[in-house]
């Protein structure tokens, strides 16, 4: 006797709160791999590692599936394989956490250098060591100094670099220190730091489609292409699917999306796609899709997803915003030209003077209003409110939101976040 079939169960307001509790974990696991793509068990990121080792499963699916990056974890960590949306985009640059200021070209090549030098190392090594197997590398390649990449710990803006390089290295856990300190040892060279080398991270360190030693090319572009390069789309359904991949990875990564940026074949793909491609984004990260005329931004209510924001408290931040707000307004009544460096220091001097009471103390030294100016630029172009130019800036469609005055329809959405 064959048993009666069985009604389906019905949804419960306990089911219904696990799967939003599950819904809300997902989210915030993945808004912590997009911002930091290496996560680690016993790290700052601990809670959310959890979140990501319960539900890598669906994350893998749905990286995989909407951005082609790989998702890679381990009781130890978790490692986002990204690949960048635009190789030649310079906004996304390592930063110095004292200071504020991103990575020199030398600092790059050090942290390379660093990282093969951990990568024949015992499990435990010292500053000094380190020091010196990347003097003894930078010196047996004459490519570097041809480039003009000297290294040999002369002086103490090269100590300074290798530093910030070191602690680079240890704030992404490759390095535990052990005893002492790089603060000393700036002082006095003599005075050494011992660190343990945690080998599994060193691993997941490198992002690549292809080991550099397998590239033949030489020119950085030849090469950045080489190493970051996919398989190519041998079918209709292979290149739609490389144009959703692109375009999610833009809409994650960067603040606005310019229509104008994209190929033919990614602006009808997004004409036919935006409602589905926008939504799925909406549900898997909870930023909310703003669209305009000229682009589309999604845009962070809670503002912890971005690493770089306008407005913001202090010195830097006022004065980026009093500078977008005067690019804005320059926009609007020049009808899109370019604005020279000139003009803008000229403002930022002005700034200071108008401001300087409650403005920090330093913004009065000579040369404050050149550093002040490159500061505020560099934030402004990595929000993509700017297009920078030899000779100057041009403002974006975008930053239209910081002119004054600017006259919106009651209810209507305004304009681009910076978020």
Known sequence: MNAPDRLPRKETPIDSAREQAALHERRRALRALLQRPLLTADGPFADEFGLVR?????????????????????????????????????????????????????????????????????????????????????????????????????????????????????????????????????????????????????????????????????SLDDRLGGITAEIAPDTEEAANRRIRWQLNRRLLEQPVLYYRDLTDAERTYLDRQRSRVLGQITDATGLIPEVRREGIAMLDESGDFTDCKLAEEGTDGHLTLLLAEFLATESREEGGEVIGYAALRAKTAELIGEHRKHWRRDVTEPGADHALTEMAIRRLEALRLITRFDHGVLPRPAIARYSVGTVTMENEPALFSAG
Not at 83 to 103: G, K
């Open 54 to 218: 319960k539900h890598a499963e669906k994350l893998r699916e749905w990286l995989t599936t909407h951005t082609g990056w790989a998702l890679h974890v381990t009781s130890e960590i978790a490692r986002l394989r990204k690949t960048p949306a635009d190789l030649s985009d310079t906004t996304f640059a390592a930063i110095e956490d004292r200071t504020s200021m991103n990575f020199s070209r030398r600092r790059y090549v050090l942290l390379c250098l660093a990282l093969v030098a951990l990568e024949r190392s015992d499990r435990q090594t010292t500053l000094t060591i380190l020091a010196d197997g990347i003097v003894t590398a930078c010196q047996a390649e004459p490519v570097f100094a041809a480039n003009g990449i000297v290294f040999d710990l002369s002086d103490q803006i090269q100590r300074r670099d290798l530093v910030a390089v070191i602690r680079f290295i240890i704030d992404r856990q490759v390095l535990s220190r052990i005893h002492g300190d790089e603060e000393q040892y700036l002082r006095d060279e003599r005075n050494n730091v011992l660190y343990t080398v945690n080998r599994p991270i060193l691993n997941a360190m490198l992002c690549v489609q292809r080991g550099p030693s397998t590239i033949s090319a030489h």
